[in-house]
């Protein structure tokens, strides 16, 4: 157990619809990434969220966007779902945004398009 | 040219044995190393980190690093049934400190 826990676990979205998926950081760890997993892939980095601001985004789309809560909690959203958007997301919360920092991921959340 | 590679699965091994799983990586800023560990349909785990050069030893687990030969390895001793996942190579380079893994490595371990 990492401490990290997303809902929900299981999601089935319609093409053209929108998603939110949501994140509980670890006690005491500010920064959280989220991570989009295709099958058969490593996990590809959406962006990070390092005291309530955007620290990086990775080769995603503007309808990805996210959100930072003060107690760290964190949201990703897409807009305008489409089939390839299926995928395992995943949050990871680190201590801290740096180099030498261990991040620890939830379950993830398996969202299928349809 | 890929960011992270990682040598081509799967990788089969009999129980006892060492698994050696391999990983190059193209940044040569990169930092900091990490092996994550994924069981089929649940998330990574991690499992190793290593900042320096040379080998860091966990129980059965040895990583290595290279930065010279941008080069990151793991070792698995007495390999075990339950060792059978898929192995996660992630390195941290760059200003937001993003993870960029490996598409990872599929190994078994044969009873």
């Known amino acids: 157990e990492t401490g990290v826990t997303q809902s929900p676990t299981h999601l089935i979205k319609t093409r053209g619809q929108q998603v939110t998926l949501r994140c509980s950081s670890q006690?005491?760890?500010?920064?959280v990434s989220w991570y989009q997993q295709a099958l058969g892939q490593g996990p590809q980095f959406i962006f990070q969220?390092?005291?309530?601001?955007?620290?990086g985004r990775g080769n995603f789309p503007p309808r990805f966007s996210g959100l930072q809560f003060p107690n760290y909690s964190s949201e990703l959203n897409v807009n305008a779902l489409e089939l390839d958007d299926s995928a395992l997301y995943l949050c990871?919360?680190?201590?801290?945004?740096?180099?030498?920092?261990?991040?620890?991921f939830g379950q993830g959340t398996r969202l299928t398009v349809v | 040219q890929k960011e992270v590679e990682q040598n081509s699965g799967p990788l089969s091994v009999p129980e006892g044995a060492i698994a050696s799983l391999n990983c190059t990586y193209s940044?040569?800023?990169?930092?900091?190393f990490f092996w994550y560990r994924q069981y089929s349909g649940k998330s990574p785990e991690l499992i190793m980190f290593?900042?320096?050069?040379g080998d860091k030893e966990d129980g059965r687990f040895t990583a290595q690093l290279n930065k010279a030969s941008q080069y990151v390895s793991l070792l698995i001793r007495d390999s075990q049934p339950s060792d059978s996942a898929t192995y996660l190579c992630?390195?941290?380079?760059?200003?937001?400190?993003?993870?960029?893994f490996g598409k990872g490595t599929l190994l078994t371990v044969n009873p």
């Open positions: 990871a919360s680190s201590p801290m945004a740096g180099m030498n920092t261990e991040a620890f």
């Open positions: 006690s005491g760890h500010n920064t």
């Open positions: 969220y390092y005291r309530e601001e955007e620290n």
């Open positions: 940044d040569r800023g990169s930092q900091s």
């Open positions: 290593i900042y320096s050069n």
């Open positions: 992630a390195v941290i380079g760059g200003s937001n400190y993003k993870l960029t």
